[in-house]
Each structure stands twice: as structure tokens, then as C-alpha cells.
């Protein structure tokens, strides 16, 4: 089973922005932490993958055929979970998923068992005759991905599945995602670390529409073990140091703060210490051009 994304490029001719810029990568199964800043591309690259999106350049091959040659057999095999949510607030969650299962042509007999077996799955058994409306933002999403495996898909597509949840429900379902991942292709895009790093096989960086790194986490890390330092400072002094370095956190107590930072071999920082590097950490190195890190005050 294998998804190959070839040399893709998309430019949006309203507003002309370089959405994706060729863009090239091989996903086996497993889970694949696509990571990127608001605007990198990744919805654009995953409405590319699902066929709603026609690229200026490059193609997408599912075991080596072009998946537009595939057509429908493709389309079959696909899973997608969009990050804007339409949901039909009125239905109640068994006749959304009917619904669903519809609009996907799966046989009624497969999709009766396939709706009971999921509604457990995502622990939505007990409201599956609750109206949409009346859920939680974590039941909504735990529907939407229900929705996105009616079909059993070789290629799972989510894009941004935790966004605005609580920490629970955030484990909840990146332990649910890891779990019936083992025979399939998951596309899983976020902006936030944690709910990739203990469960990717691999994560992939994009930024500004190109591809910036595809590696296995340990390996990261384990290239940027002199990346990260942490130094004790007094409280009046971390303002200034937050100008001049790349903090990525800051933990005060009663005798001043330790701040988390990025090193910088050419500049050192007298008694700092290496600290063990986290994916956090990594992103940080990628994109503080792209993430607030000045405009606090710690005085
Ligand atoms: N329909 C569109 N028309 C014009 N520009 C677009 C359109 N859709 C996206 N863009 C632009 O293309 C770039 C990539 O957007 P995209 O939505 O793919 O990024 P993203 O990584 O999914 O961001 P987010 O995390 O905010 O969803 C951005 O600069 C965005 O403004």
C-alpha cells in the first residue's frame, strides 16, 4: 500500500499565492504527522489527495496509477475527514451516519453493521439518537471521523480532527487515531506537536507550500540533541533575553526562571545547560519566524 504526492504545485489565481510548491512524498501505512503553521498548505495538499482539488502540476499515484485514473476505485478508498465541519444539526447521529453511508453507496446490510460497530468504536453508542446539535465539540468531532471510516479506508485523511478540544478528549481521540491505524495510511494535520508525537511513524514539515522534512521523530531528536538549553535567570532579565533568543518556555520560581531556548552555537549562553530536546522544540527551530514568541513581558 503505498500514496506517492509527485512534485505537486498549486497556485490559487485569487490572491496568487503559491499554495504548494513541488511538493514530493511516499506515505506507507501508519500514522504521518503533517505539521505546519496557519496557510502552509495542507489543506490544499490533502483537498489534492481526496480529488477535490485539481493541482497545476504533479500528480498523486495510489500503488503506482494515477489516482485521476482511478477515478471512483479510488475515491473508494479514501476516508476524509474535512476541518470544515458542516454538520446537519438537526440529524441525530445514527441518521447522519446513515446519511453518510448513503452518499458513500455502501450496501444497507454492510452499513447497519458498520454504523453499530462504529458508533462503539468512538464511544457514541449511548447518544447515537441525540441530535448533532446537541453535542459537544468532541462528540461532533468523534462523528465526523466515524463518518470517515464507514468504508473501512486504506487512506485516512484528517485534517485538523482535534482542533478546539479539551486535553482529554485531544487523547482520546490521537489514542483512537493510533489505534486503528496499523493497516492503513493516515494523513493526520495539525498545528499542535503533541497530538502527533507519540503516535506518528513519521512527521512531515511544510512550510509555505514546500516540503521542509519527512523523518521518524527518535531520528529528529536525535539529530537535534545540542538544539535545546535551558539557563536560570533573574526574573528582571528575562525580558531582554526573550529579544535576542528562541524561547520556547519559561517556568518561574521563587528564586527567578528557567527559560527553555533554542541554542545558538555562535552565540553561548554563560551556565546554560543542554536540556533534552521535544518535537516543540523542533517546530520552534522551523518556524519562530512564524510563531509569536516577543510581545510578552516578564517584568
Ligand atoms: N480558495 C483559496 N483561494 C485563494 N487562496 C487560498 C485558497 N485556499 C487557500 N488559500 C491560500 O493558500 C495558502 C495555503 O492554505 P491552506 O488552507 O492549504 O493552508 P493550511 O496549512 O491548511 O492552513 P490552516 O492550518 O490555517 O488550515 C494560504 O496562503 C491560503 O491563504
Redesign the pocket.
Known amino acids: 500500500m503505498e500514496l506517492s504526492i509527485q512534485s505537486v504545485t498549486k497556485t ?4 496568487q ?1 503559491r ?2 510548491d513541488d511538493f514530493s512524498a511516499v506515505l506507507t501505512p501508519g500514522v504521518y504527522g503533517f505539521l ?12 489534492i489527495i481526496t480529488g477535490n482539488l485539481r493541482p497545476d502540476s504533479g500528480s498523486i499515484l495510489w500503488d503506482g496509477t494515477d489516482t485521476r485514473k482511478m477515478g471512483a476505485n479510488f475515491r473508494d478508498l479514501i476516508g476524509y475527514m474535512p ?1 470544515q465541519q458542516g454538520l446537519y444539526d438537526d440529524f441525530t447521529a445514527k441518521r447522519f451516519l446513515w446519511y453518510m453511508a448513503a452518499l458513500k453507496k455502501i450496501p444497507r446490510r454492510q452499513a447497519a453493521q458498520r454504523i453499530t460497530e462504529l458508533l462503539s468504536m468512538v464511544g457514541l453508542t449511548d447518544d447515537a439518537s441525540k441530535k448533532l446539535g446537541a453535542y459537544s465539540g468532541g462528540m461532533k468531532q468523534r462523528i465526523l471521523i466515524a463518518q470517515a471510516l464507514l468504508n473501512d479506508p486504506s487512506l485516512l485523511i484528517l ?2 480532527p482535534t482542533a478546539g478540544l479539551d486535553p482529554k478528549e485531544r487523547i482520546r481521540i490521537r489514542n483512537f487515531i493510533s489505534k486503528i491505524a496499523q493497516d492503513k495510511i493516515v494523513l493526520f ?1 495539525t ?1 499542535v506537536v503533541s497530538d502527533v508525537e507519540y503516535i506518528a511513524k513519521e512527521i512531515i514539515l ?1 512550510k509555505r ?1 514546500k516540503l521542509l522534512l519527512k523523518e521518524e521523530p527518535a531520528q529528529i531528536l536525535r539529530r537535534m540533541e545540542t538544539l535545546v538549553c535551558e539557563v536560570h535567570l533573574p526574573k528582571e532579565d528575562v525580558s531582554d533575553f526573550v529579544k535576542t533568543h528562541k524561547v520556547s518556555n519559561i517556568f518561574g520560581d521563587k528564586d527567578g526562571m528557567t527559560v527553555r531556548f533554542l541554542n545558538d552555537p555562535s552565540c553561548p549562553v554563560s551556565d546554560a545547560i543542554f536540556a533534552k530536546p521535544m518535537l516543540e522544540d523542533v517546530y520552534l527551530s522551523y518556524f519562530s519566524d512564524e510563531t509569536q514568541t516577543d510581545g510578552f513581558s516578564f517584568s
Open positions: 490559487y489565481k485569487r490572491g499565492t499554495a504548494l505546519g503553521p496557519n496557510g502552509a498548505g495542507k489543506s490544499t495538499l490533502m483537498n476541518q485534517d485538523e494535520a498545528h511544510i507550500g
